[in-house]
Protein backbone atom coordinates (compact mmCIF):
# COMPACT_ATOMS: atom_id res chain seq x y z
CA UNK A 1 0.00 0.00 0.00
CA UNK A 2 1.62 3.27 -1.18
CA UNK A 3 1.81 6.09 1.71
CA UNK A 4 0.31 9.75 1.15
CA UNK A 5 3.32 12.22 1.84
CA UNK A 6 2.79 15.66 2.09
CA UNK A 7 6.02 17.58 0.70
CA UNK A 8 7.04 21.00 2.13
CA UNK A 9 9.73 23.72 0.76
CA UNK A 10 9.44 27.08 -0.42
CA UNK A 11 11.57 26.60 -3.88
CA UNK A 12 9.28 25.05 -6.28
CA UNK A 13 12.54 23.52 -8.20
CA UNK A 14 13.29 21.80 -5.16
CA UNK A 15 9.61 20.24 -3.67
CA UNK A 16 9.57 19.00 -7.77
CA UNK A 17 13.04 17.13 -7.23
CA UNK A 18 11.80 15.47 -3.83
CA UNK A 19 8.58 15.09 -4.94
CA UNK A 20 9.63 13.01 -8.05
CA UNK A 21 11.75 11.14 -5.47
CA UNK A 22 9.31 10.04 -3.53
CA UNK A 23 6.95 8.72 -6.61
CA UNK A 24 9.80 6.80 -7.45
CA UNK A 25 9.86 4.81 -4.39
CA UNK A 26 5.95 4.31 -4.62
CA UNK A 27 4.62 7.14 -2.41
CA UNK A 28 1.74 9.03 -3.23
CA UNK A 29 2.81 13.00 -3.16
CA UNK A 30 0.88 16.06 -2.22
CA UNK A 31 2.65 19.60 -2.40
CA UNK A 32 2.65 22.79 -0.50
CA UNK A 33 4.62 25.61 -0.77
CA UNK A 34 4.66 26.97 2.88
CA UNK A 35 3.40 26.05 6.07
CA UNK A 36 -0.04 27.55 5.86
CA UNK A 37 -0.87 25.88 3.13
CA UNK A 38 0.95 22.33 4.30
CA UNK A 39 -1.88 22.52 7.60
CA UNK A 40 -4.90 23.69 5.17
CA UNK A 41 -3.61 20.07 3.26
CA UNK A 42 -3.17 18.31 6.49
CA UNK A 43 -6.95 19.50 7.52
CA UNK A 44 -8.46 18.67 4.14
CA UNK A 45 -6.66 15.34 3.40
CA UNK A 46 -6.91 12.89 6.01
CA UNK A 47 -4.80 10.16 4.12
CA UNK A 48 -1.43 11.91 4.68
CA UNK A 49 0.34 9.99 6.81
CA UNK A 50 4.15 11.41 6.43
CA UNK A 51 4.85 15.60 6.49
CA UNK A 52 8.71 16.37 5.08
CA UNK A 53 9.51 19.51 5.44
CA UNK A 54 12.18 22.03 4.68
CA UNK A 55 13.02 23.88 7.56
CA UNK A 56 14.67 27.00 6.51
CA UNK A 57 11.10 28.63 4.88
CA UNK A 58 9.65 32.30 5.30
CA UNK A 59 6.79 32.92 7.72
CA UNK A 60 6.48 29.89 8.81
CA UNK A 61 9.86 27.36 9.35
CA UNK A 62 9.75 23.57 9.29
CA UNK A 63 9.89 23.31 12.73
CA UNK A 64 6.99 25.07 13.71
CA UNK A 65 4.99 23.38 11.03
CA UNK A 66 6.13 20.06 12.43
CA UNK A 67 5.00 21.05 15.82
CA UNK A 68 1.27 22.44 14.60
CA UNK A 69 0.97 19.49 12.05
CA UNK A 70 1.66 17.17 14.87
CA UNK A 71 -0.72 18.71 17.25
CA UNK A 72 -3.47 18.31 14.07
CA UNK A 73 -2.37 14.77 13.82
CA UNK A 74 -0.59 13.13 16.73
CA UNK A 75 0.26 9.98 14.98
CA UNK A 76 1.44 11.48 11.84
CA UNK A 77 5.89 10.94 10.68
CA UNK A 78 7.39 13.71 10.26
CA UNK A 79 10.77 14.42 8.13
CA UNK A 80 12.56 17.84 8.52
CA UNK A 81 15.06 18.77 5.48
CA UNK A 82 17.58 21.34 5.51
CA UNK A 83 20.76 22.63 3.68
CA UNK A 84 21.69 24.62 6.83
CA UNK A 85 20.30 24.05 9.85
CA UNK A 86 22.01 21.30 12.62
CA UNK A 87 19.08 18.52 13.81
CA UNK A 88 17.81 19.95 16.46
CA UNK A 89 15.67 17.73 19.63
CA UNK A 90 12.72 16.38 18.10
CA UNK A 91 12.13 15.35 14.91
CA UNK A 92 14.50 13.43 12.38
CA UNK A 93 15.91 15.26 9.88
CA UNK A 94 17.83 14.75 6.63
CA UNK A 95 20.40 17.13 4.86
CA UNK A 96 20.50 18.53 1.38
CA UNK A 97 21.44 17.68 -0.97
CA UNK A 98 20.60 14.33 -0.94
CA UNK A 99 20.07 11.08 -3.28
CA UNK A 100 16.81 9.13 -4.24
CA UNK A 101 18.36 6.16 -2.32
CA UNK A 102 18.88 8.46 0.57
CA UNK A 103 15.89 9.17 1.10
CA UNK A 104 14.68 5.79 0.71
CA UNK A 105 16.85 4.89 3.33
CA UNK A 106 15.86 7.79 6.23
CA UNK A 107 12.11 7.00 5.29
CA UNK A 108 12.46 3.42 5.64
CA UNK A 109 14.37 4.28 9.04
CA UNK A 110 12.83 6.92 10.52
CA UNK A 111 8.99 6.30 9.03
CA UNK A 112 9.17 2.75 8.25
CA UNK A 113 7.80 3.31 4.92
CA UNK A 114 9.50 3.23 0.88
Known amino acids: MAHTVLVVD????VLDVI??????????VVCAHNGDEALETL????NISILITDI????????????????IRPALKV????GRERR???FPMLRKPFS??????V???TTGVC
Do not use: K, Y
Not at 43 to 46: K, L, R
Not at 79 to 82: G, H, P
Open 43 to 46: TCQP
Open 100 to 105: EEDLAR
Open 88 to 90: RDG
Open 19 to 28: ASMLEDIGCN
Open 56 to 71: NMPGMDGHELAERATR
Open 107 to 109: MQQ
Open 10 to 13: DDAA
Open 79 to 82: LQLS
